[in-house]
């Protein structure tokens, strides 16, 4: 299992759902290549992401953050919910 050490975490552990300085949306993306918000990346919504009997499911087990700069939302693979970008949709 790779480790998630270099993930963006906020003093209490949880993982950032902000960049900062800037406050850029970040989204974390599974090992399956599935795109997670920041509250089912950190157990919310009903996820199993945090649990640690899940982290060898490809589905749930994070292996990189990045932050959302530009264009239509994303959609978070578990909730469905969106991710806005930093400065929208562009031109």
């Known amino acids: 299992m790779k ?10 552990g949880t993982l950032q759902s902000f960049a900062w300085p800037g406050g850029y949306p970040i989204f974390y993306l599974a090992a399956d290549n599935g795109i997670l918000c920041p509250d089912c990346a950190n157990g919310k919504n009903g996820s199993e992401c945090q649990n ?3 982290q060898d499911e490809d589905q749930w ?15 978070c693979e578990h909730c469905n919910g969106e991710i806005e970008s930093a400065y929208g949709i562009g031109d």
């Open 61 to 75: 087990r994070i292996v990189a953050a990045e932050i959302h700069w530009e264009g239509e939302p994303l959609v």
């Open 52 to 54: 640690p009997e899940c």
């Open 3 to 12: 480790s998630t050490d270099n993930l963006p975490r906020n003093d209490d």
